[in-house]
């Protein structure tokens, strides 16, 4: 009898065994023309209006392509949405890549997608071919993931879009200098094209791109994971520097709001509309530690009221009140209060609640001071 169930069980073993790989990763296949769908667990798409293109769909987000004779073409893998999120309430989002990547002409190695309402085109430039875009004035740059980015806004008037033919806006973070490997923080992105009034709407898609537009090249993607949910981290972190003639210059510190101390009858760490804190009633507040080496800074707090009456968060340093940040809506904004005079070395910060009347909460994001 000992023998009979052995054999069954190695049997058993060897029938999942082979089993196992066709049940866990999906066959690659290749595709020449417009196509959208699902593939090993990633939505892709292949979009061109003209010309010769290939694209073979490999394990997970990998993928390699081709194209010659275009107009215009787009290869891509990443995720899709269905348009009832904004990115905070998605939660943090992140892109690590490898690519072996040869244009020819002009072509963009980038995370790409598009949000809704409003409607908006985004690209978060690694690498190009023969020409830098976007061709714009730059709106400042941040510094994030080793490297720094140049911030564009451009306008696309009555031009193909994923609502049909469109006027949107589009919005750009370009490296500085090339690379074709390493981690895109995707969200950090977000934060600094919002933190200069480019506003994002409900997300429908991000994805790992390569475009290529009038030119010829091939691209492999031999490394691609996709990350979304969770904080984007927290403690003192530099950020994106301020457009030109907005001060300039000076370094900035952001503070996570829950990351901080979080005290009062009612106050909580909440995932939506961002990763944050609430503040629900009168001295509910936030506070940390902060040492000042001068005594004048300017502060922005990123926040919100939870409908369209003005919540209201007040600044203390030392204990002293230094000033209040409004929030008149339920979408994102910052609100900065310049030129703060403050004791130096190691002083206490709060963010407190003070003027609640019942018909609003705040809720807060981050703290900048610079």
Request: aromatic share 12%; net charge neutral; hydrophobic share 30%.
């Amino acid at each position: 009898m000992k023998m009979k169930k052995t054999k069954l069980i190695v049997s058993l073993l060897m029938i999942l065994t082979m089993m196992m790989p066709a049940m866990s990763v999906q066959a690659a296949q290749t595709i020449y023309n417009n196509e959208t769908g699902v593939h090993d667990g990633y939505n892709y798409e292949l979009w061109k209006d003209s010309g010769n293109t290939s694209m073979t769909l490999n394990s997970g987000g990998t993928f390699s392509c081709q194209w010659s004779n275009i107009n215009n073409a787009l290869f891509r893998k990443g995720k899709k949405f269905n348009e009832t999120q904004t990115h905070q309430q998605i939660g943090n989002i992140s892109v690590t890549y490898g690519c072996d990547y040869q244009p020819n002409g002009n072509s963009y190695l980038c995370v790409y997608g598009w949000t809704s309402d409003p409607l908006v085109e985004y690209y978060i430039v690694d690498s190009w071919g023969s020409w830098r875009p976007p061709g714009a004035t730059s709106k400042g740059t941040i510094t994030v993931d080793g490297g720094t980015y140049d911030i564009y806004e451009t306008t696309r008037v009555n031009q193909p879009s994923i609502k049909g033919t469109a006027t949107f806006q589009q919005y750009w973070s370009v490296r500085t200098s090339k690379r074709t490997s390493g981690t895109i923080s995707v969200s950090e992105h977000f934060k600094a094209w919002e933190n200069r009034g480019m506003r994002l709407g409900k997300m429908y898609e991000v994805a790992l791109t390569v475009e290529g537009y009038q030119s010829s090249g091939s691209a492999n993607v031999y490394s691609h994971t996709l990350n979304i949910g969770g904080s984007s981290g927290g403690g003192q972190t530099p950020v994106p520097t301020p457009p030109p003639g907005n001060g300039g210059g000076g370094t900035t510190t952001r503070m996570e709001c829950e990351n901080m101390t979080i005290s009062g009858p009612y106050a909580g760490k909440i995932g939506s509309p961002f990763n944050g804190v609430a503040l629900y009633a009168n001295n509910d507040k936030v506070s940390f530690n902060h040492y000042f080496t001068s005594g004048t800074h300017s502060f922005s707090l990123r926040g919100c009221s939870n409908n369209s009456n003005m919540a209201r968060v007040d600044l203390l340093i030392g204990g002293q009140y230094k000033g209040t940040f409004y929030y008149g809506g339920s979408y994102p904004a910052v609100y900065t209060i310049n030129n703060v005079s403050h004791g130096t070395g190691n002083q206490t910060i709060e963010l407190i609640v003070t003027a609640d009347n019942g018909q609003w909460d705040a809720f807060i994001d981050y703290l900048e001071i610079k």
